[in-house]
């Protein structure tokens, strides 16, 4: 694994710290969202809570999206542009408005199948990526020393 540039270390928070603001929010943002989240989907549904939480959920998931437009590491077409991930974050944005109005509209099969879709798309697959060889998330983790 060492070949791999793998090495077993304790997690390098100085990489994050020493990053751009716009990831340090990035990464900020999509953690909380990802923490409430999981809270959101495991607890009741429908009650006070739920909807205060679930406020938060989105105020943080749409910090996130609009913060990666200011990330552009992955851009394989040189510094400063975009890539096929913010294609991800643009739906993200239209999306999530759409799911609080079927919420409000008691379109309640609506919210969930969009809410679902955008923490398993949004938060679970593009935050694995993100723990590939060369992004800053596996140097923090697995990077060598």
């Given at each position: ?61 749409g ?46 099969a ?23 060889p ?12």
């Amino acid at each position: 694994l060492a070949r791999m540039g793998f090495a077993r270390h304790a997690p390098r928070w100085g990489l994050l710290l020493a990053s751009p603001t716009a990831i340090q929010i990035h990464v900020a943002a999509a953690v909380t969202a990802l923490a409430i989240g999981v809270a959101l989907l495991m607890g009741g549904k429908g009650n006070r809570l739920h909807r205060t939480m679930g406020w938060a959920w989105v105020v943080a998931m749409g910090t996130t999206a609009i913060s990666s437009f200011f990330v552009h590491q992955l851009n394989p077409n040189g510094p400063g542009g975009l890539s096929l991930i913010h294609l991800l974050s643009g739906w993200t944005v239209v999306a999530l408005p759409m799911a609080v109005y079927a919420a409000r509209r008691h379109r309640v099969a609506v919210h969930r199948r969009a809410m679902t879709g955008m923490f398993v798309g949004g938060l679970i697959v593009a935050g694995a990526f993100t723990f590939l060889p060369g992004r800053l998330m596996w140097a923090i983790f697995f990077g060598p020393n």
